[in-house]
């Protein structure tokens, strides 16, 4: 069955490859630049997993993971979070909250990777 991902990254640029990158590699993607209407996606399409920026407007990308972590059908959602900050501080909470942790700039193939250890690659899952 196909995996969903729901991808919450305001720089539409970045958003638009993601998506591009992801849907090749055979996913269902729902996206959103913006952490409230986040939450609402993910209630409405309980994803198999949240690829997630940090750093959004109005709640933080830490803010979402709370509240993922904190609600009863998202709880068990692995969360990857993409993110610039290199602060030593930040890198704990993200620790806690996340699954995994990419860091810009990061290539194709690391993310895929990352994901990958979350989600099996529907392609070759359904291969003979
Ligand atoms: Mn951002």
Redesign the pocket.
């Known amino acids: 069955m196909t995996k969903t991902i729901l991808i919450v ?3 539409e640029a970045s958003l638009s490859l993601l998506r591009d990158f992801l849907e090749e590699e055979g996913y269902r993607v729902v996206a959103t630049g913006e952490g409230v209407e986040a939450i609402a996606l993910a209630l409405e399409h309980l994803p198999d997993l949240v690829l997630m ?4 407007p109005n709640i933080s990308g830490l803010v979402l993971a709370d509240f993922i972590r904190g609600n009863v059908n998202l709880k068990n959602i692995p969360i990857v979070a993409v993110t610039a900050y290199e602060v030593r501080e930040e890198e704990q909470l993200l620790t806690a909250k996340c699954d995994a942790i990419v860091r810009k700039p990061f290539s194709f193939d690391e993310l895929n990777a990352v994901i990958g250890k979350f989600l099996t690659d529907p392609r070759r899952a359904s291969l003979p």
């Open positions: 990254e305001d720089n920026d940090i750093q959004l």
